[in-house]
């Protein structure tokens, strides 16, 4: 079923790749179509889905046996709500993409393999087929920012993909390493996670392939002061690619941070928190900083994921239950509104082709419910209580209290610094009267934008309000990081950091 | 040791390709056919050449695991028929396949002269498959001098253009002096050790303590000069550029693939299965050798204007690559990184030579911008191609590289391998470059045409690269297989 999952998309770029270039009008449609297809076998895995420790439905086909290397997938509670957002947002942002007139079978193409290869990175158990797919995913992203972005859209392409592609390389010596290390100690190379996450290694060792394999995460969070490439790379993408890359691609960095750095080097992840920490927390105040002044919408939206994704650092370096859990649903959360974020700037810009803040003004009057789903999503980002970004960021918030009071402290303050420059944007951008005359004759959303962003915006509410419909899913799987830490390092979360320490009535085991 | 009856099997392949040259001159002379006449005779040379390197694959295989591989040594010692020499045949042959159907156009084109260009061809394969055969030095500077003059000659086909003479002249030049330094290397392995073989080579340095090996790594370090310049390994790589920029684009894909293929064949011959004893010596050198040729390569790629001039940089990054995997101290790397180098490097240059257009001058990279519309196919199939060589994943090179890099690992070279993947990294950039001139930039110049045979080496070029990409175990198997004796 895994397998069908990758493929599902493959077979339908291969589907569009059938159809006449010249037939532009079928391409868009045939791309959603076919994007539904694995969404649908997205949420039966969803719907099948067991919570607990273990990988499930796993496959394993061995690939070329002297190397070690296997087609080997699986899915837990850290990887399913990633695979299901994707699956989610793809669909999604084909749909916003009328804009694409030109080339539009190839874009089509590009975005069903760019799904293909994020789908893959999420599943895969083995760290050969894993780097395969988390580099494969940098040349249809790179020919999506650099045909269908705008000015500077080359410049952009280039430095992110140079960027990503400088923190893989140092990530596949590490991953060679491993297997290395892995064939003298067991007598045969292996990539399989499991096998790896068994390795002894020296302390040094250990350090530095969690270096290496942290770069290469850090710089796709992206971690303070590795995000240059961030805001480039979202002012130029189209829409489509702005939620792609937002909603999904930046979660492979925190996944990867999660999934390998703390499964293969407890050791040096453990002493490694207070480094981790402080820089999550700068980017969390450094990126809302930067996102106040900022003039440009898209950017400020950018730089709000910099803010955000370093809850989701904190989150993952607290090392403790609220912590993980935490920074799982907030990849979610963080994926579902700042994609809609994104897509509504997109709306806008179609509309009036500027994303300069200080063009709009009294927007409201004019495009109320625009306005009303830029509100919602606005406070989902803030974290207004009832939405889903309140339920992520106070987990990590209270997760890291426990190991890293001082910087939980100061990562709230982002929670604040968020309010201010998403609401004064907001002010800036809908109240007062409309000004200037191109305004006034801006149409509200369609019935089409609107189908994009209600099912959006239901996730929002329904993880806002029931997040135990994720949590319970993620919970198992993210107790078994801490479970494997504590058993291979000395290090013990500091109750209250315990999910059975938090609920005394249903969790304890004693 | 010395078998004293003949064993022609052993030569066949070569005798074939000889043949294929000399008929194809007579018949020129006798009938002046079509060029299409003279292109069959070539083809039939070939095909009956690879199917004696199929006997011979057999043949080694059976008498590998019936432990008869005396019968592998023929003609007293001065060629085997082992794994390595096999193996270097299927790579020349299929690169003679390739090279011919595309520089086809550019043959026919040569009107008269087009029997000259297949015969040197012929020749130039006939060269080095038997220099990738050699087991006496001397056998293996007789094979790579055929092969060279043959390539000197074939840079030089295009008289009327400056730019082909000073490549041919300067190839010439350089590749005679290499070639000396190669020699000289011999004379004094020899005066080192009383052997030219590589197998009494291997004997003697195993069966002596040599005391003070000055005079063997002597001879050791300049046939390594000597070959290093046939593969284009920096520093020794300063060559390149013009003649890849100014022989005749049809047939510079041929050139380059055969020269590495057989250059990297005797590099691994005599360091792996010669002086494998004194690796303490001239391991450290070979892999100074493979850093710098990673970074010389990638970084002067970057800032030239012209593609073929770049594929020039990008094949002095790529003999980096496989010298890496020379450095990890196993053939299986580095024949398969040949394999699926050469066949990517004939396929962009079948790209080039159709870019480059009649008077086949053109190929800065201006010339490729807007190719993405002008010709979905070229774009296509070389975006494969490029990706394939800067080593993306999902590609053959991404294989080969993993392959290289594990090895070098294994052998404790991890400063080489950190080297390698920050080379490939620069390496990104310039390919992109051209993506970008062909997909990101728009053009008004005029749709292009590809010849149909050149269309058939690109399907077949990108296929593979795409297939061993994701299924590389056929061919890893092979190569693995393809040990030296």
New interface residues.
């Given amino acids: 079923m895994m397998t069908w999952l990758v493929l599902l998309p493959v077979l339908g770029a291969v589907v569009v790749m059938l159809t006449p270039r010249a037939r532009t009008e079928l391409h868009l449609p045939m791309g959603i179509a076919l994007s539904v297809l694995p969404l649908g076998l997205a949420l039966y895995v969803f719907a099948v889905f067991e919570p607990q420790a273990d990988m499930q439905l796993t496959e394993f086909h061995s ?2 046996e ?2 070690g290397i296997a087609w080997n997938l699986g899915i837990d509670g850290i990887s399913m709500p990633m695979v299901v957002l994707t699956t989610i947002l793809v669909p999604i942002a084909l749909g916003a993409s009328t804009m694409v007139t030109h080339r539009t079978k190839e874009f089509v193409i590009y975005t069903l393999l760019l799904e293909a290869g994020m789908i893959g990175v999420f599943v895969s158990l083995d760290l ?1 087929l894993f ?3 988390f ?2 995913i ?2 249809p992203m ?2 999506i920012i ?2 269908w972005g705008s000015d500077r ?2 410049y952009a ?2 430095k992110f ?2 960027y990503t ?2 923190g893989s ?2 990530m ?2 590490g991953i ?2 491993l ?2 290390l892995h ?1 003298e100690q067991a007598g045969a ?1 292996s990539f399989a996670l499991p096998d790896l996450g068994g390795l002894e290694l020296s302390i040094g060792a250990e350090r530095w392939l969690f270096a290496a394999f942290a770069l290469a995460f850090a710089i796709k969070v992206p971690v303070f002061p590795l995000h240059t490439w961030l805001p480039d790379a979202h002012t130029e993408a189209p829409t489509a690619g702005s939620i792609l890359l937002a909603g999904v691609m930046l979660k492979l960095g925190t996944y990867g941070l999660l999934r390998f750095n703390l499964q293969l080097f407890p050791e040096a992840s453990v002493d490694a928190i207070w480094i981790m920490g402080i820089l999550a927390v700068v980017g969390i105040v450094y990126g809302a900083a930067v996102a106040i002044v900022q003039p440009d919408l898209k950017k400020l939206v950018a730089y709000s994921s910099v803010s955000h994704l370093g809850f989701i650092v904190l989150g993952t370096f607290a090392l403790t239950s609220g912590g993980l859990q935490g920074a799982v649903i907030q990849n979610v959360n963080h994926g579902l509104t700042t994609g809609a974020l994104f897509l509504l700037v997109g709306m806008i810009y179609e509309r009036r082709h500027t994303k300069q803040i200080s063009e709009f003004g009294g927007l409201q009057k004019v495009m109320p419910v625009f306005a009303g789903f830029f509100l919602f999503m606005i406070f989902a980002s803030i974290g207004l209580p009832g939405l889903n970004g309140f339920v992520g960021e106070f987990l990590v918030l209270v997760g890291s209290f426990t190991t890293l009071p001082v910087l939980s402290i100061i990562a709230a303050s982002g929670v604040i610094l968020a309010a201010i420059y998403l609401l004064w944007a907001y002010e800036r951008v809908f109240t007062g009267v409309p000004e200037k005359e191109e305004n006034e004759a801006l149409s509200d959303l369609s019935v089409r934008e609107v189908s994009l962003l209600a099912p959006l915006a239901a996730l929002v509410l329904l993880l806002g309000l029931y997040p135990n419909v994720l949590l319970d899913k993620i919970a198992p799987s993210t107790e078994a990081v801490l479970d494997h830490i504590e058993a291979s390092t000395d290090y013990v979360v500091p109750a209250p950091g315990r999910l059975g320490d938090v609920f005394v009535a249903g969790g304890d085991e004693e | 040791m010395i078998t004293p009856e003949i064993s022609w099997l052993a030569i066949l392949p070569e005798v074939m390709l000889a043949l294929g040259a000399a008929g194809v001159l007579l018949v020129e002379v006798q009938w002046k056919p079509q060029s299409n006449v003279l292109g069959a005779i070539a083809a039939g040379s070939v095909v009956f050449a690879s199917a004696f390197a199929v006997l011979q694959w057999v043949q080694a295989a059976d008498s590998v695991e019936f432990g008869t591989t005396d019968e592998l040594v023929a003609f007293s010692g001065m060629v085997l028929m082992d794994g390595l020499a096999i193996f270097g045949r299927f790579a020349l042959l299929a690169v003679t396949a390739f090279g011919l159907l595309a520089g086809w156009k550019y043959i026919v084109s040569l009107g008269r002269r087009s029997a000259e260009a297949i015969a040197l061809i012929l020749l130039a394969s006939a060269g080095f498959s038997i220099m990738v055969a050699a087991n006496n030095l001397v056998m293996m500077f007789l094979g790579l001098e055929v092969g060279s003059i043959a390539l000197y000659v074939l840079a030089g086909m295009s008289r009327e253009r400056a730019r082909s003479d000073e490549a041919a002249i300067k190839y010439f030049l350089l590749g005679s002096f290499a070639s000396a330094i190669f020699i000289y290397g011999v004379a004094l392995i020899y005066a080192g050790t009383g052997e030219l073989e590589v197998l009494g080579i291997r004997e003697f340095l195993a069966g002596f303590v040599v005391f003070s090996p000055a005079v063997i790594l002597i001879g050791l370090g300049l046939v390594v000069v000597g070959l290093g310049f046939k593969v284009s390994a920096a520093p020794f790589h300063s060559w390149a550029p013009d003649v890849y920029q100014g022989a005749p684009a049809g047939v510079v894909g041929y050139m380059a693939a055969v020269a590495k293929i057989a250059g990297f064949v005797a590099i691994t011959r005599v360091l792996l299965a010669g002086v494998e004893a004194l690796d303490a010596d001239w391991l450290p050198i070979v892999a100074a050798m493979a850093a710098l040729s990673m970074l010389v390569g990638s970084t002067l790629a970057l800032v030239q204007g012209d593609v073929r001039r770049m594929l020039a940089y990008s094949g002095v990054a790529h003999a980096g690559f496989i010298l890496t995997g020379v450095v990890g101290g196993t053939t299986e790397g580095v024949l398969f990184y040949l394999a699926v180098y050469s066949f990517q490097l004939v396929g962009a240059f079948a790209v080039a030579a159709a870019v480059s257009g009649a008077d086949n001058s053109e190929s800065s990279l201006d010339s490729y911008r807007g190719l993405g519309r002008r010709s979905p196919f070229l774009a296509g199939s070389f975006t494969v191609l490029l ?1 394939g060589m800067a080593g ?3 590609t053959s090179g ?1 294989i080969a590289k ?2 290289v ?2 090895q070098a ?2 052998n404790g070279f ?1 400063w080489l ?2 080297v390698a ?2 080379a ?2 620069i390496a ?2 310039f390919y ?1 470059r051209i993506i ?1 001139a062909m ?2 930039d728009e053009s008004d110049a005029v749709e292009i045409d590809v010849p149909g045979t050149s269309r058939w080496v690109l399907i077949v070029a990108v296929a593979t690269t795409i297939v061993w990409g994701i299924l ?2 056929s061919l ?2 092979l190569a ?1 297989d393809a040990l030296p004796l």
């Fill in positions: 690939w070329y002297p190397w050969f780097f395969v797919f580099e494969a940098l040349v790179y020919f650099g045909i859209r080359v392409a280039m993909f140079i592609a400088f390389a140092l596949l010596a060679i390493a297997a290395v064939n190379p | 990706l993306l994943p999902v991404f993993f392959g890099f594990a690992w294994t991890r391998v950190i993947v920050l490939s990294v990104f950039a992109l970008v997909y990101m590389p175990g890893l198997s693995a």
